[in-house]
């Protein structure tokens, strides 16, 4: 593909038919995108009641956190994604959302840290047909003008599932203990599966496209063919390695700041929660919405400037990540996660938004899950172990010390994520 082929389409200018229902669809989408981080956070706030109960170690907490999770999702992504690009994307969704649902509440029943962990496998076998399938749904309920602030709507859920994770995860722990936060906040989701089954239909394929209904209609390429696709794009290259480092800096502020704040200030995980909660992800909440609609208005004019959005994002959270980390000042160190916390699925909405906009009908589940897989994989297996591996090796005696040294070297992540953001902002622009 020539890239001025895909400025034009990241422009997005062409009209399309409006989709009859299409909010509906986004907001059953987003609820699904809601209860799937929900139920991939709530170890948050759980990491010391869980490692108290189990007696276990920062390293093990990094391994039940993220990597038992994250390998299962990260590679069951791209399988997942082509049968979503083959079949019936809805019915894929709903099923993966009961899947992981019912294993979230298994892991409240979990009697011992073996046990625990294969639960946390299957939550991750479901979760695996979230994201990439939802987001193939979305570009055909919105044409490309309008995907930018569809999917920052889609992924401003994410945001909410943090503030739920947090808030209630903390106030469950702590009036009942962390096993019931896991079962009742697992609960609901198998709920929302029935609904979105029984309620909604899955979309013509391509209906927002100029063309998309002939490109449709074909059969749905091999993965060789969408690999080929991603890898002789350098732009698309550059900006699938810079949504790896944003969604593992982001995923390290979900897994660790919770744990690092408990240990630094001596409190419990039924006050950290709700204040968590706000600042993070009603913060992220708003922010997700704004940068999602505020991408759609920069592209109309230049649509590289898209781009470029994820890295201005990612500059300005470094220096608050360093300054929290070293405040002696409870609130101080919650005021100073606010930036953060608003623009902490923003670079990841805008990133999903254009990879939409160039991606062929038939490819977009496939692309999206090439980049779930290659995210996560640092996102959840790599970022958080380290982390935890970090925090022992550089404890010293004090763990408080050790998390604190393990998340700055974290936070270098940020500023190489920026550079990944501008080099795709150059080559997307001819």
């Not at 001025?4 to 200018?13: E, P, R």
């Not at 390290?252 to 200030?265: D, K, M, N, T």
């Not at 699925?345 to 496939?366: D, E, L």
């Not at 040294?405 to 940020?414: E, R």
């Amino acid at each position: 593909m020539k890239m001025n082929t895909t400025t034009n389409t990241l422009a997005g200018a062409e009209a399309a038919p409006l989709v009859k229902g299409r909010y509906y669809m986004l907001a059953l989408l987003w609820l699904t995108y809601t209860f799937s981080i929900l139920d991939r956070y709530v170890m948050g706030i759980l990491v010391e009641p869980i490692k108290r109960d189990l007696g276990v170690s920062d390293t093990m907490m990094g391994f039940l956190s993220g990597t038992v999770f994250g390998l299962f999702y990260a590679t069951l992504a791209i399988p997942v994604a082509m049968l979503a690009d083959r079949s019936n994307r809805r019915n894929v969704i709903a099923a993966s959302l009961f899947i992981w649902s019912l294993c979230t509440v298994f892991c409240g029943m979990a009697a011992n840290t073996l046990q625990l962990a294969l639960a946390r496998i299957f939550v991750g076998v479901g979760e695996a047909g979230s994201s990439p399938p939802a987001q193939s749904v979305i570009a055909d309920l919105f044409p490309p003008a309008e995907r930018g602030r569809a999917v920052g709507l889609f992924a401003s859920g994410g945001s909410l599932g943090m503030v739920l994770a947090f808030t209630l995860s903390g106030l469950i722990a702590g009036h009942w203990g962390w096993r019931w936060a896991f079962i009742l906040l697992g609960a609901p989701g198998i709920l929302l599966a029935l609904t979105l089954l029984l309620t909604t239909k899955e979309p013509v394929r391509g209906q927002c496209d100029v063309g998309g209904q002939k490109k449709a209609d074909a059969v749905a390429p091999p993965f060789a063919e969408v690999l080929r696709f991603v890898l002789g794009n350098r732009g698309l290259v550059h900006l699938f390695a810079a949504v790896i480092l944003a969604t593992t800096s982001a995923s390290v502020i979900g897994l660790w700041v919770p744990a690092y704040l408990i240990r630094s200030f001596q409190i419990s995980e039924a006050q950290l929660g709700p204040a968590l909660g706000l600042v993070i992800g009603v913060a992220g909440l708003v922010g997700t919405i704004v940068v999602g609609w505020l991408s759609d208005r920069i592209a109309r004019k230049q649509p590289a400037r898209r781009v470029l959005i994820g890295g201005v994002m990612q500059m300005l959270v470094w220096p608050c990540m360093i300054a929290m980390l070293l405040s002696n000042d409870y609130v101080t160190a919650l005021w100073l996660l606010v930036i953060p916390g608003f623009f902490i699925y923003g670079p990841v909405a805008v990133s999903w938004a254009i990879m939409q906009n160039i991606a062929p009908p038939r490819m977009r589940a496939t692309i999206v899950g090439i980049g779930v897989l290659a995210a996560n994989i640092g996102a959840l297996v790599i970022g958080p172990q380290l982390v935890g591996i970090a925090s022992d090796l550089l404890a010293n005696g004090d763990a408080t010390v050790g998390l604190r040294n393990a998340l700055l070297l974290a936070s270098l992540l940020y500023p190489w994520s920026a550079l990944h953001y501008l080099r795709a902002t150059k080559l997307l622009k001819h």
